[in-house]
């Protein structure tokens, strides 16, 4: 597993949710790579996205 899945669904469990900003605040990557990390997780079923947009946050599935 890459580091920022693990410190991202960390996050998540600890948190209750995450944000983008959250997420790059927390592993220091690019917002381009953590969309597409996001989108993974979102289509492997591993998180659920809420809101579009500046608003999105994530939850674990």
Request: proline letters at 2%; zero cysteines.
């Amino acid at each position: 597993m890459p580091e920022n899945f693990l410190q991202i669904v960390g996050f998540a469990r600890e948190h209750g949710r995450i944000t983008i900003g959250e997420a790059i605040r927390l592993t220091g990557s690019n917002r381009n790579t953590l969309k597409g990390l996001f989108r993974n997780l979102v289509e492997r079923g591993h998180l659920i996205q809420h809101g579009s947009g500046r608003g999105v946050w994530y939850e674990l599935a």
